[in-house]
């Protein structure tokens, strides 16, 4: 079964930067692609950044040039480095990650870990 476990949320003051770090485990799939998404408070859950298998990225714009996604120690790992921080970007984070098998593909979702911004 696969396993995703985030790390790294917690409180910064505006302006200032978190890495978050996400690890798949249990699975020796393949990796189609490793994403962040966030939900804030009331809000719905949205793409923040996609790093896929090959290597390319995709940012939502409200945190181009602020927020990187890369990948970890393994191909089943992926950081997201954020720098400028505002407390709009107070949420919790999921790592998502959608897994190749020989049968097809799955998505996988982590607990999430929360960042909180205080102004």
């Known amino acids: 079964q696969v396993q995703l476990v985030e790390s790294g949320g917690g409180l910064v003051q505006a302006g200032g930067s978190l890495r978050l770090s996400c690890v798949a485990s249990?699975?020796?799939?393949?990796?189609?692609?490793m994403a962040w998404f966030r939900q804030g408070p009331g809000k719905q859950r949205e793409l923040v950044a996609r790093?896929?298998?090959?290597?390319?990225?995709h940012y939502a714009d409200y945190v181009a040039g602020r927020f990187t996604i890369s990948r970890g120690s393994s191909e089943r790992a992926v950081n997201l480095d954020m720098i400028s921080l505002k407390p709009e970007d107070t949420a919790a984070f999921y790592c998502?990650?959608?897994?190749?098998?020989?049968?097809?593909?799955?998505?996988?979702w982590g607990q999430g870990t929360q960042v909180t911004v205080s102004s």
């Open positions: 998502n990650a959608n897994l190749q098998f020989s049968g097809g593909s799955i998505v996988a």
């Open positions: 249990g699975s020796s799939a393949s990796v189609n692609a």
């Open positions: 790093l896929t298998g090959a290597g390319d990225t």
